[in-house]
C-alpha cells in the first residue's frame, strides 16, 4: 500500500501505507509542507503504517528536523513496534524517543 499522509486538522496528521524509496521524497516534502500551515504542535498517527524500514525513519527524522528549524513540536503517536525495532538496530532510536508519546501496542 502506497503512504499517504493526511492533515486531520491544524493539529494532527495520520500517515498510512508503506514508505519506500520510491515515494519517500513524495511524503518527506509533503509532510514539510503542512508544517508551514499547521499549529505550533502536531501529533502524528502512525497506527496505519504497514511496514517498517530504514526509510521510513528518515521521513520521520527529516520531519522533526523541519519542525524544530520552524519552533514547532512534532510528536509521533501508536508509532510499530517494527518501526521502533528498526530504529533501535540502527541506533536512532534515541532521535525518535524524543518525539515517541505512544507507541503501538
Not at 521524497?25 to 502536531?42: D, H, K, N
Not at 528498526?86 to 501496542?105: E, F, N, T
Request: glycine share 6%.
Amino acid at each position: 500500500m502506497k503512504a499517504a499522509l493526511e492533515k486531520l486538522s491544524d493539529s494532527a496528521w495520520t500517515l498510512r501505507g508503506d514508505i519506500k524509496y520510491a515515494n519517500a521524497v513524495e511524503i518527506r516534502e509533503q509532510g514539510e509542507r503542512l508544517l508551514e500551515s499547521s499549529a505550533q504542535s502536531v501529533g502524528v498517527d502512525l497506527s496505519g503504517m504497514t511496514s517498517a524500514t530504514s526509510v521510513a525513519i528518515s521521513v520521520l527524522l527529516c520531519w522533526l528536523r523541519a519542525a524544530q528549524k520552524r519552533g514547532k513540536s512534532l510528536s509521533f503517536n501508536h508509532l510499530p513496534q517494527n518501526l521502533l525495532d528498526v530504529a533501535r538496530v540502527s541506533g536512532l532510536d534515541k532521535l525518535l524517543d524524543q518525539a515517541v508519546v505512544q507507541a503501538a501496542p
